[in-house]
């Protein structure tokens, strides 16, 4: 077959339509830093049927014929994303001479399978995310750190006084804080809501994420804030700049990230952010210099306080303006690109699996054909036996 330039395969931890659906327009960049690779495929069971988009053959493909895929497309390079189901497929399904990469965006232990130390290469998007990977037992030398990206042409500060005004003028006069993020427990939504309430009554906010709103609507009824709450599912990304531009807090107190990108977005348009004091947030925003770090985050009253302060303290507010641009530039997308598909070039450099690790490798499949038939099988003892036979070292 012939070929034209490098091929990538990329496994994503969700459909692409979930991405579409979140207003993501940047997903040809993301997937091909700098342009590398003249062919992307993404192979998932998520999909159906195949299309082109975003510079990708996206073709729905089920885990059974996922190698006999790879060896249709003959790729250079295969990424499985999130470090858990993406992650078990790439590397239960690799092949010989093509190097398998890894990326690992998430702090939680339950998210990180097995698998990910059979990847040539590990991505962690944070340093805490690292820590974690390395102490589940991946080697050091595999692990490479590789934050998530900006367009800092994209997010900047804006200051088109009609286009403020036109977001201003959707809502009633007020102080509004902007909250991103998906409406799941991660986001910490509840303690926003608490906090609101204990504001005065101009602070209102505006809170942007897929996911079900229902309890939350509910718990701000309860609360008589319901009124000063308005949600929107996704905003188009190349509008987001507009939305941190025009709030007077982005306030997402987070109670876990493995990155969080939305604060490097509105630290890059100079918005005043008020979240956790936790990493890997405290890794890239500074206490007091380029964000109002919460320690006691789960506190509504901790987190009303802080909001009230980037809101009204105007030198402590313009302070945490300036810190926050200067600390968003080494997170501009063509520093990490360019440092993504070096990790590309080193990964097809490797040698294929050999030795001990082989043997490891071949030992974890086995044992993960076990789990996945024995998952199938009654009556439950026989499940939790050999579930428990799986765990021991």
């Not at 979140?22 to 998932?44: I, K």
């Not at 107190?253 to 939305?262: K, T």
């Not at 890059?268 to 004091?277: L, Q, R």
């Not at 490798?361 to 996945?372: E, G």
Request: hydrophobic share 40%; with cysteine.
């Amino acid at each position: 077959m012939k070929r034209d330039g490098l091929r990538l395969v990329v496994v994503p931890s969700d459909p692409i339509a979930a991405y579409e659906a979140a207003g993501y327009d940047w997903l040809e960049r993301y997937y091909n830093p700098e342009g590398m690779f003249g062919e992307v495929f993404t192979l998932s069971p998520l999909e159906t049927g195949e299309r082109q988009a975003y510079g990708m053959t996206i073709r729905g493909v089920p885990e059974r014929g996922f190698a006999r895929a790879l060896r249709e497309i003959g790729p250079d390079v295969v990424r499985g994303y999130g470090g858990y189901w993406a992650a078990d497929l790439v590397c239960a399904q690799r092949l010989p001479h093509v190097p398998v990469v890894v990326s690992v965006h998430d702090t939680r232990p339950d998210l990180l399978f097995r698998s990910v130390p059979y990847a040539d290469r590990v991505i962690c998007m944070s340093q805490a995310v690292a820590d974690l990977v390395i102490g589940k037992g991946t080697a050091p030398e595999k692990v490479r750190l590789l934050p998530n990206r900006i367009d800092t042409e994209v997010f900047r500060p804006v200051t088109d006084g009609a286009a403020l005004g036109a977001i201003r003028g959707q809502f009633p006069p007020g102080k509004y804080l902007l909250h991103v993020g998906r409406k799941t427990e991660q986001k910490n939504l509840e303690t926003v809501l608490r906090a609101l309430a204990l504001l005065p009554g101009e602070y209102r906010c505006v809170f942007v994420g897929l996911g079900d709103k229902t309890p939350y609507v509910q718990l701000a009824e309860r609360l008589g804030v319901a009124a000063r709450c308005f949600w929107k599912d996704s905003i188009r990304n190349a509008e987001l700049a507009l939305w941190y531009s025009w709030c007077d807090c982005m306030c997402t107190p987070s109670l876990w990230e493995g990155f969080g990108i939305v604060f490097i977005e509105a630290a890059a348009c100079g918005a005043a952010i008020v979240t956790s004091d936790i990493a890997p947030m405290n890794e890239y925003l500074t206490p007091d210099v380029s964000a109002c770090l919460v320690k006691d985050f789960r506190d509504p009253q901790a987190v009303a306080g802080a909001v009230r302060r980037a809101c009204e303290d105007a030198p402590y507010r313009e302070r945490l303006r300036r810190g926050a641009i200067e600390a968003a530039k080494p997170f501009d997308r063509r520093h990490v690109d360019a440092a993504e598909a070096a990790i590309y070039r080193e990964a097809m450099t490797l040698p294929p699996l050999g030795g001990a690790e082989a043997r490891q490798w071949q030992l974890w499949r086995a044992r993960r054909t076990l789990w996945r038939a024995a998952k199938r099988l009654t009556p439950a003892p026989i499940k939790r036996a050999v579930g428990g036979l799986l765990r021991r070292k």
